[in-house]
């Protein structure tokens, strides 16, 4: 069923983390509903709306990284393109800054 996707150790933690954040949402957002507020981004977003635009920025670095690894690794001279892990946790931050502060 799956066997036209690559499931590597860092897609399977990727997608795992998406799950959980998804269920961690729902359930809090059933104990303690959201209300808009103003951050760093153009309009006033709840939780859910700020966790779709983490995601979407998320898939976009990790998109980017995979596109660009190996013109990184030819401009810093690397034997081997960097790891997809760099990646990740940059969207990772990147998830909790837009969920912290968006």
């Known amino acids: 069923m799956f066997d036209w996707m690559v499931w590597t150790t860092p897609v399977a933690v990727f997608f795992s983390c998406i799950l959980l954040m998804l269920i961690g949402m729902t359930v809090w957002e059933i104990r303690q509903p959201t209300t808009e507020r103003k951050g760093f981004l153009p309009m006033k977003t709840t939780r859910g709306d700020r966790l779709f635009i983490g995601l979407l920025g998320a898939a ?31 969207s990772m931050v990147w998830m909790a800054w837009v969920m912290r502060k968006g």
């Open 60 to 90: 976009y670095i990790n998109l980017a990284f995979v596109g660009a690894a190996g013109w990184i690794a030819e401009r810093l001279t690397m034997e081997q393109e960097p790891s997809v892990w760099v990646s990740f946790v940059v």
